[in-house]
């Protein structure tokens, strides 16, 4: 059985909620999930040991949160290479982080990425939490 590490940067908690809902989507298919804030992420060793990663950040100021940069740093040396990948967050109206996120994942850790960005306004309205729980499935498919 797969399992996955699911880490999320928030300031007001609704990429929390989406992180929680990946989470989900991927238990449903018989695949582990552990969902940590991104603030217990303090070396590459905390990265050791998954077979998928699923980052998420919300977007402030057209960018992802600083702490999720450093993460990203932090994955370059973590051998991520050939491992499942898939990115996260909310947004309000531009929402860059996911992609820059998803990007960094397929180009430079050369990760095994599932579907696009999972780009949310918010996980409580307009099917959001179907739509988190879906990108968590095509996850735990691929983990399972
Ligand atoms: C000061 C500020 C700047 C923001 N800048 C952006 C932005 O550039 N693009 C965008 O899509 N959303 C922007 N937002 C909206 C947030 O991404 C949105 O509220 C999101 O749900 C916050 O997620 P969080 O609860 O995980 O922190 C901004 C919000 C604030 C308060």
Redesign the pocket.
Known sequence: MGKALVV?????????EIANLVAEGIRMEGAEAVVVNITTIKTESDLAGYDGYVFGS??????M?QPMKKLLFLGEKAGLEGKVGGSF????????APDRIFNTMKNIFKMNMVGDPLRL??ASLGGGKQMAQGYGRDIGKKLA
Do not use: I, L, Q, V
């Open positions: 999320y940067a928030t300031r007001t908690g609704e990429t929390e919300a977007t402030y100021h057209g960018e949160m967050g909310a947004f309000g109206w531009s929402g860059e306004k918010t």
